[in-house]
């Protein structure tokens, strides 16, 4: 890390790290309260975790389901679930629009408290903040389980973070590992090019038809406040996880969601299962999800609940009242990783931030 004294020093009242749909989230209602504020993001360009995934990846809800606060997303012709590329589009712009201090290109590796403000440290520059908004997601952190045989199989190993299309798996065998929406959208794509197999820890769960990423936000609201009030919410959830995109119903059409329990091992040649079964396999895609991106907050020793992640009321930490994690999970909000998701639970969290530096205020003037 570059030595303090060779940085450049800089401050603002909360400093926002992160600049995908959170952070963005985050800005607009900061920068609608003329909050000083600066976003801070290791992307090179705008668009967060969007300007990295595949192109044909979809929104789970049509464009009119799924804005950020104060700017609804356009539709895309003839596509009823919006691409990747034209999510990465609307976060450009949305950018723009409000007039956003993002500040590309700078990664942030710590974040230290002093005192009654934090130091959050970067390449080359140091801010000083009075709170600080985590927003950075979990891309950067993909979740690869080391099954028995791991480093023996010889064909190609990728996690969704390193998948860009179907084209270098055409003719290949080739196992994709998971039971999400990434896992269904990926095999609808391979299996057109490829002999698929699809391999999952629990038989996938389809949604009806007709269901989408909207109603989905609008069950998690509803269970969220069942389990608040200390109300059973049965009937709420258990609708199933894997979105009918337009790919996903063509691979159906096909015969192709067909998926085999979990292997038990890899094999050099490809995978194997506890009943004796063998497959050949040229290539296994992890379709296995992520972890919070939290490197940065090492420095602060933040405490872990049960559930293996810090322990926050609400977005706001237990151990620095003034750190607030945004849009990493339920835990962190509900649906806060999607987008209509991250803007409501953005608005609460700067409405708690910018009271508690309010009150900070207050109290050093009436001493």
């Known amino acids: 890390m570059t030595a303090l004294r060779?940085?450049?020093?800089?401050s603002a009242d909360v400093v926002v790290i992160g600049g995908g749909q959170a952070g963005l989230a985050a800005g607009y209602f900061l920068r609608r309260a003329k909050a000083d504020f600066a976003i801070l993001d290791a992307q090179t360009g705008p668009g967060g975790a969007w300007r990295h995934g595949w192109e044909s990846l979809r929104l789970f809800s049509p464009a009119r389901y799924s804005p950020l606060p104060g700017w609804w997303m356009p539709e895309q012709a003839g596509e009823p679930f919006p691409t990747a590329g034209h999510v990465r589009g609307y976060l450009a712009d949305y950018e723009s629009r409000h007039d956003l201090p993002v500040h590309h290109n700078v990664a942030v590796e710590q974040v230290v408290a002093r005192g009654e403000q934090f130091e959050v440290r970067a390449p080359q520059q140091t801010w000083r903040a009075r709170a600080v908004i985590s927003a950075t997601g979990s891309w950067r952190?993909?979740?690869?389980p080391r099954y028995p045989g791991w480093d023996l199989f010889g064909g190609r190993q990728l996690h969704t973070v390193s998948y860009r299309g179907p084209a270098p798996f055409a003719g290949q065998r080739v196992v994709v590992v998971g039971g999400g929406n990434s896992a269904a959208q990926i095999?609808?794509?391979?299996?057109?090019?490829a002999d698929t197999t699809w391999a999952t820890a629990r038989p996938p769960r389809f949604l009806p038809d007709d269901v989408d990423g909207r109603v989905l936000f609008d069950l998690?609201?509803?269970r969220a406040l069942a389990a608040r009030h200390g109300e059973p919410s049965a009937g709420v959830a258990g609708l199933g996880d894997i979105v009918m995109v337009p790919p996903v119903l063509a691979a159906r059409g096909r015969g192709v969601l067909r998926a085999e329990p979990m292997f038990q091992r890899l094999t050099p040649e490809g995978i194997a299962w506890s009943d004796g079964r063998v497959?050949?396999?040229d290539a296994?895609?992890?379709?296995t999800g992520f972890r919070p991106d939290l490197r940065h907050l090492d420095t602060l020793q933040l405490?872990?609940?049960a559930t293996g992640v810090p322990r926050t009321e609400g977005t706001r930490s237990i151990d620095h009242p003034r750190l607030h994690l945004l849009s990493y999970g339920d835990w962190t909000g509900t649906a806060s990783a999607t987008l209509i998701g991250a803007g409501r639970t953005a608005k609460a969290a700067i409405t708690q931030v910018l009271s508690d530096l309010h009150t900070m205020t207050d109290a050093r003037s009436a001493n």
């Open 284 to 287: 296994i895609i992890w379709c």
């Open 141 to 144: 952190c993909p979740h690869l």
């Open 220 to 222: 998690a609201t509803q």
């Open 6 to 10: 060779d940085a450049a020093r800089h």
């Open 279 to 281: 497959q050949r396999a």
């Open 187 to 193: 095999l609808a794509e391979v299996s057109t090019v």
């Open 303 to 305: 405490s872990i609940a």
